[in-house]
């Protein structure tokens, strides 16, 4: 359980040799045993690099290797070459840090004048690998495009590999062997199976329209003078390829394929030009038509055999699935519609799977001429399908197809959610445990975009929960969890029921403590806080690492101030010490968090966001009693006469307008912080981002509402602007958030109507406090739950800088004359866990550099200027390539003394949003005068000297 609560930030993929060693030492070592005269030791070496450069992906060492290797090779013998064959293909990602290329590229060509044919054919194939690196260089060219005409079968199979390597890269070499493939094919010295091999290189001649059309030429005369069945099905492979990256003559391709699919009698070939048309589909939907639509429609009902049927389907659906199906228009009696009522109830599971996909991509898409109701019809289907597939186990896969469909359909109408979830939930208590997992899946996906339908069905789901734990007498199962979470959800900012809560802690009695943690934290993630805080308070004494029990305990205190808000009256007169004590569980909660914080595990999120959400409250701690102090305090008597002496209405609030001046401040912090944890959560899922800004938004709303009314009570004016952002309304939102945008629309409204255009404070004034209190009750009970982040998460990216120079082993600063600039390298690579870019993906990363003055040096700098800056920031953008990156700074230092150089990563995304992830370096520079030192030298010479004769003439002389 220890190793499982705390595997919330996922570990990288790290790659480690059988000791810890640092790079040189590493080199050195395999440079050793590539120098051994035995060859196995040699081999040996050789395949431990690939594992080398993984872990230290940097230039100098790659660079450095690649050419020991490369001697190795020229040397070697075609066993080794074979092994640095595989190295190449192993690191094809490192070899652009490779920036002696002529160097390397010499050592291996060597070897293509060798008298040995397998050694020539190695030395192509290992060209062919690094072709990434070496594209243009017509040397290389020249030996391939002569190799081709070789006698030998294997090397001129190596020709033929690295011809289509080369052609992928270089422009240049597939423009000038075009031709000599076309030679080739149409050649009658050329082997069938030689042919057969040259035909795929065509599909990256795509870098020029030039040469992508006679590529394309060239392809469809070899369908024309060669109809076998594997030149007919390769070379639509190959044009479809060579079309899709070239992006020419699309709608034509597709009616080829239509016209091969329809006249050719053979099934295989009618197979390669669904699979076709399926990738055209994929890739521009937008370029079909009607009517190529209603032709697949029309062959998927006239064939006879089944896996044409299903491919036939999956294509119309490449195409409805698509955004571009509305610029489509069918006829009211299409085809498409009729495959959809043949195929949804098919005895074969699969066609009917892909029909039921089908009429639901057509249902959710408006104006496409189509008259019938398909959603009833969808829902139908699905319904039915549901209920055959819930209790087959080897169905598993169709029920998930058909699952997603359901999901689908609600999102569109959510009028028909009611219908879907009362029979998916009618199955939950009869149907295989495999099944029950994914229906209690799809429940949650249509309970969060309508959390009313799940409600409705909670006693079924408490009566399923009862009944599977009744007839189990094994331990808890991930199929109760996920029943526990659907109570939950459904209770979802809502007191849970008596009955409900019993029954779960039933079921925890029944759990070992991994499936119990789990049910807490989906408690937490649903603010059934009570649950929680009973499943912890019974978990934290039963674990075996302190790190964990600092965890559990952590939630406790979480769960348990959560507890002190949700227990305040409903009139809201015990607010200010429900906040209060819930204020200090939390600060319990913070400091239990960072104990539990490992350097592997920092929980850097948790602690923040625990922060973050104290900070909250503390300003609605303030803000409460201000308001009270205003009750209970009005402005003196004087402050009338006063104000009207000044002529100024305002300053008889000015005690008022002091005090929500500090609330003010309050709330801005707050929403420091949120946004600060928002831009430091690059791999948090979007419900995490949004609870965060839900968080800041209800900050800013409060920040709105209090300068609105410190300008009512200054000015006498009304001020509607800055409250107008709260009538804005998205199109979709968590359930979970929308009680959040609820109090937003309450208080604009309210302000809509207590702020007309003219209006004097002393009539208003009361009013407008009055609000303050409404709002805090309203954001403190719609407060949102915990995210996912805060618990587990599904993307990891970490990114490790290494700047020179560095400082000594004993941590000296590195010396700098005053009158030179220090060049700062900063190197990186970007490192993803097992699933990179979930969410989102890095683009490019932000390096910034600023330096500052920690102790001025007592000499002066004559050469200084009097108002030198002491402090430089810099920045730079680059984008990795293949998780690499590096950049340069130059950095001056004409102060002399100690300054400190503080190095700093962010990452922009692919939607240009930056990002502050980290890491953070710095180094210690001190900036010297040669010339100061050297007159302080002689002066501490001078001084020693004089000091010397002093002592001597001292001294009694006998």
């Not at 391709?253 to 050719?264: A, E, G, K, P």
């Not at 966001?609 to 102090?629: C, D, E, F, N, P």
């Not at 959560?681 to 409060?702: G, R, V």
């Not at 709260?726 to 939102?733: G, I, V």
Request: charged fraction near 15%.
């Amino acid at each position: 359980m220890a190793t499982s609560i705390l595997s919330r930030q996922s570990q990288v993929a790290n790659v480690s040799f059988e000791q810890e060693q640092d790079a040189n030492s590493a080199l050195t070592e395999l440079d050793k045993a590539l120098r051994s005269g035995q060859i196995g030791i040699q081999c040996e070496a050789v395949v431990k690099f690939p594992r080398l450069f993984e872990k230290y992906p940097f230039p100098i060492l790659i660079n450095s290797a690649m050419l020991k290797i490369a001697d190795v090779f020229r040397g070697g013998n075609n066993f080794i070459r074979l092994c640095i064959l595989r190295v190449t293909q192993q690191s094809e990602k490192h070899l652009d840090k490779i920036f002696t290329v002529d160097e390397f590229t010499r050592r291996i060509f060597g070897v293509i004048h060798s008298n040995d044919p397998v050694a020539r054919a190695i030395t192509l194939r290992t060209l062919g690998s690094v072709a990434s690196i070496i594209s243009e260089k017509k040397t290389v060219h020249h030996s391939i495009i002569l190799c081709l005409d070789s006698h030998n079968a294997v090397e001129v199979e190596a020709a033929i590999f690295a011809a289509e390597k080369f052609s992928e890269k270089s422009k240049m070499f597939a423009a000038s062997v075009c031709s000599k493939i076309g030679l080739m094919i149409a050649g009658l010295a050329t082997p069938t199976e030689m042919k057969l091999k040259l035909v795929p290189i065509l599909q990256h001649m795509h870098h020029d329209t030039e040469t992508a059309t006679k590529a394309s030429e060239l392809c469809q005369s070899v369908l024309t003078c060669y109809p076998a069945r594997k030149f007919v099905t390769l070379t639509l492979d190959t044009l479809t390829k060579l079309t899709v990256k070239s992006l020419l003559r699309l709608q034509e391709h597709v009616v080829r394929l239509l016209s091969y699919l329809i006249s050719d009698p053979r099934s295989s070939v009618k197979a390669v030009c669904l699979d076709n048309l399926r990738l055209l589909a994929l890739r521009a939907a937008y370029l079909w038509t009607g009517d190529n639509l209603e032709e697949i429609a029309k062959f998927s009902l006239q064939t006879s055999s089944h896996v044409l049927k299903i491919k036939a389907v999956r294509v119309l659906n490449a195409v409805c699935g698509n955004v571009a199906v509305t610029l489509l228009e069918l006829s009211p009696d299409t085809p498409v519609l009729e495959v959809c009522r043949e195929f949804c109830y098919e005895p074969s599971t699969e066609l009917a799977t892909q029909g039921i996909e089908l009429l639901t991509n057509l249902a959710k898409v408006k104006g496409l001429g189509v008259t019938c109701d398909l959603t009833a019809e969808a829902v139908g289907a699905i319904q039915t399908h549901v209920m055959l597939l819930a209790s087959d186990r080897d169905k598993v896969q169709h029920l998930k197809m058909v699952l997603k469909c359901a999901v689908t359909i609600c999102q569109t109408c959510r009028q028909v959610s009611d219908k879907v979830v009362q029979t998916l939930t009618s199955l939950l208590g009869t149907s295989e445990e495999a099944s029950q997992l994914h229906l209690c899946e799809c429940l949650a996906a249509i309970g969060s975009e309508c959390p009313s339908a799940l409600d409705a069905v909670s006693p079924q789901i408490l009566a399923s929960l009862t009944k599977t734990i009744s007839h189990s007498h094994r331990q808890l199962s991930q199929v109760q969890v996920h029943m526990c979470t659907l109570l939950f959800q459904a209770s979802c900012q809502k007191p849970m029921s008596a009955p409900i809560h019993g029954q779960v802690m039933a079921c925890i009695a029944q759990a070992n403590h991994w499936v119990a943690y789990k049910v807490a934290r989906q408690a937490m993630r649903y603010s059934q806080y009570q649950v929680a805080y009973a499943i912890l308070k019974t978990l934290n004494l039963q674990v075996v690492t302190e790190q964990v029990h600092y965890w559990l305990l952590g939630l406790q205190h979480a769960c348990a101030a959560e507890n002190h808000l949700k227990q305040a009256k409903n009139d809201h007169s015990d607010l200010i010490h429900c906040i209060a004590d819930a204020v200090k569980m939390y600060v319990k909660s913070h400091v239990t968090l960072k104990a539990a914080g490992t350097p592997n595990t920092p929980l850097e999120f948790a602690c923040a966001y625990v922060t973050m959400r104290m900070r909250v409250l503390q300003a609605h701690h303030l803000l409460l009693l201000s308001y009270s102090s205003f009750n209970s305090k009005p402005p003196p008597a004087i402050s009338t006469a006063l104000a009207a002496t000044n002529g100024q209405e305002g300053t008889r609030w000015a005690q008022v307008v002091n005090q929500l001046e500090k609330c003010y401040k309050e709330y801005e912090e707050a929403n420091c912080l949120a946004s600060n944890l928002y831009k430091s959560s690059f791999d948090a899922d979007p419900a995490s981002l949004l609870n965060i800004n839900m968080i800041q938004h209800s900050c800013n709303c409060i920040k709105s509402l209090i300068s609105t009314i410190i300008t009512t009570i200054q000015t006498g004016q009304s001020n509607l602007g800055e409250c107008q952002f709260l009538t804005s309304k998205k199109s979709e939102t968590a359930s979970s958030m929308a009680a959040t945008l609820s109090v937003m629309q309450e208080i604009s409204s309210a302000m809509d109507k207590i702020l007309p255009e003219t209006s004097s404070s002393a009539v208003i004034s009361h009013k407008l406090v009055d609000i303050l209190s409404s709002s805090v009750a309203g954001f403190v009970q719609a407060l949102p739950s915990f995210p996912r982040f805060f618990f587990q998460t599904l993307q990891n990216t970490v990114v490790k800088l290494a700047v020179s120079p560095q400082q000594s082993a004993n941590q000296e600063p590195i010396p700098l004359r005053a009158d030179t600039h220090l060049s700062l390298r900063v190197e990186g690579v970007v490192q993803h866990g097992e699933r990179p870019a979930l969410f989102r993906k890095v683009s490019s990363v932000i390096i910034t550099v600023s330096t500052s003055l920690v102790s001025r040096s007592s000499a002066i700098n004559p050469n200084a200027k009097t108002n030198e800056n002491t402090s430089v920031q810099m920045s730079q953008t680059v984008q990795p390539h293949n998780d690499y990156f590096s950049t340069s700074f130059v950095l001056p230092f004409s102060i002399l003394g100690i300054h400190v150089v503080k190095v700093e990563a962010g990452v922009v995304d692919e939607n240009g949003v930056g990002w502050s992830t980290g890491p953070r370096t710095s180094v210690t520079v001190k900036s010297y005068d040669d010339s100061i030192l050297r007159q302080q030298q002689i002066r501490a010479r001078a001084t020693q000297q004089q000091t010397t004769s002093q002592q001597y003439m001292q001294t009694p002389h006998i």
